[in-house]
């Protein structure tokens, strides 16, 4: 297992380094079929997904279709089996795992903007309030229960919120979570 991991991308561009592990590994199975050294790309990068290029030996263009296809069912992120799928607006391959990591984040990532914008741009003395059912459902069971305040409309189910200065003590935390989210 001591493959180079330092193939780059068709674009010039790192791999994530699962991909990069098995872009590196059919590289050297190519090699081993042919007695033959290959050091360039087998996959490009186009609308964030690896697709195979093509090559007039079908060996080549045999090794690089299944790279893509191992790739693309891959994990950017821990190497696990992923899936692919739409993350913040782009294509991206993710486990499940992983997955609501970064979805969490960039929900907190929202949530700060939406405080930002609120903060420049409420009229002088309106209380900004964000309704449970306001947030995604990630972010929402992230909150601690104790944060949240309770109305009760007339003949209705209790109402739970947060004002923005509530959000505002939250930020710090959630945004220490977000880091965790990112990292780990
Ligand atoms: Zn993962």
Redesign the pocket.
């Known amino acids: 297992m001591n493959e180079r991991l330092t193939f780059n991308r068709h674009d010039g561009e790192a791999w994530p380094a699962p991909w990069a592990t098995q872009h590196a590994h059919f590289i050297k199975r190519f090699s081993d079929v042919r007695h033959q050294y290959w050091s360039e790309p087998l996959v490009e990068l186009k609308g964030g997904l690896p697709r195979p290029l093509s090559f007039d030996d079908s060996v080549l263009s045999g090794m690089a279709r299944k790279a893509a296809q191992v790739m693309r069912h891959t ?1 950017t ?4 089996p ?1 899936k692919v799928l739409r993350l913040g607006g782009a294509w991206a391959v ?2 499940g ?2 997955c609501g990591k970064t979805l969490l984040a960039n929900q907190i990532q929202d949530l700060a903007d939406a405080l930002d914008s609120v903060s420049d741009f409420a009229p002088f003395g309106a209380t900004a309030v964000w309704h449970e059912h306001d947030l995604p459902m990630l972010l929402r069971s992230s909150i601690p229960s104790y944060c949240w305040r309770c109305t009760v409309p007339p003949g209705q189910e209790p109402l739970r919120y947060l004002a923005r200065e509530d959000i505002e003590s939250l930020m710090p935390w959630l945004n220490k979570l977000a880091a965790v989210m990112n990292d780990d």
């Open positions: 994990c992120t821990c190497g696990k992923g993710r486990c795992r992983c």
